[in-house]
């Protein structure tokens, strides 16, 4: 059977997305590296996977897929007797996931987003982070964290006491937010912080972050 194919790059959010559910759910997959110095991402035959030219793309034999939270509800229910269950629980519980990776992908990701463009991203390309950003995303991103802080009052994750897809989405951005002077806004939050330092110590995510250093 032709393995499973990722088509990104170890240091992009969405790539990692993927990475660490096919870690979780403990499949082989083969990583494929898209030189986008070069604008691979941009050309034929990468567009073929993405029209959008966008990582990452990914394959499972003749499925084709772009868009990271596709990818990983794909992983999750095809694969859904493999290693880690991210999607537990009945059809109301299944239901409740849904709605926390939306609040992830519509309400969380767009200010940590250009949080970790201006605070982790900008500086290692030698760019200037724009302060005005900062502050106005910090304060997008303070907002979501105190309704975060209250859910996790009730349960160790954010829709129960099992670690679903609806956490794993967070954890590129936070990775990257607790290594930059947005860490207060987690510190600040007791639950908030201690569901960070769970997620981003799950062997799974620990792989991920390894990927980085090759
Ligand atoms: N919504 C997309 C976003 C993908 C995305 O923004 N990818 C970035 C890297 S993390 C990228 O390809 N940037 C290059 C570009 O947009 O030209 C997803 O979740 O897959």
Redesign the pocket.
């Known amino acids: 059977m032709a393995p499973i194919k990722v088509h990104g790059i170890p240091l ?4 990692q997305r993927v990475l660490a559910t096919l870690y979780e759910k403990e499949l082989e997959f083969e990583l494929v590296p898209v030189d986008m110095k070069a604008g691979e ?1 941009k050309k034929e035959p990468f567009l073929s996977l993405n029209p959008f ?4 793309a990914f394959e499972d034999g003749d499925l084709k897929l ?4 596709a990818i990983t509800k794909y992983i999750a229910h095809q694969y859904a007797d493999k290693g880690t269950d991210l999607a537990c629980g009945d059809n109301k519980q299944k239901a409740t996931i849904g709605v926390a990776i939306e609040v992830e992908a519509h309400q969380f990701d767009p200010a940590a987003s250009k949080l970790t463009w201006e605070l982790a991203l900008k500086p290692v390309f030698g760019m200037v982070t724009d302060k005005a950003v900062v502050e106005e995303n910090e304060a997008k991103l303070a907002k979501v964290l105190d309704i975060y802080e209250g859910r996790l009052a009730h349960s160790k994750y954010l829709t129960c006491d099992c670690f679903t897809l609806a956490d794993l989405h967070h954890l590129p951005t936070i990775q990257y937010l607790l290594g930059t002077e947005a860490k207060k806004l987690f510190d600040s939050r007791p639950h908030v912080s201690a569901w960070a330092a769970d997620i981003t110590a799950r062997p799974a995510w620990c792989k991920v972050l390894a990927l980085q250093k090759h």
Do not use: K
């Open positions: 992009s959010t969405a790539t991402h030219g966008q990582i990452p772009f868009e990271s939270r």
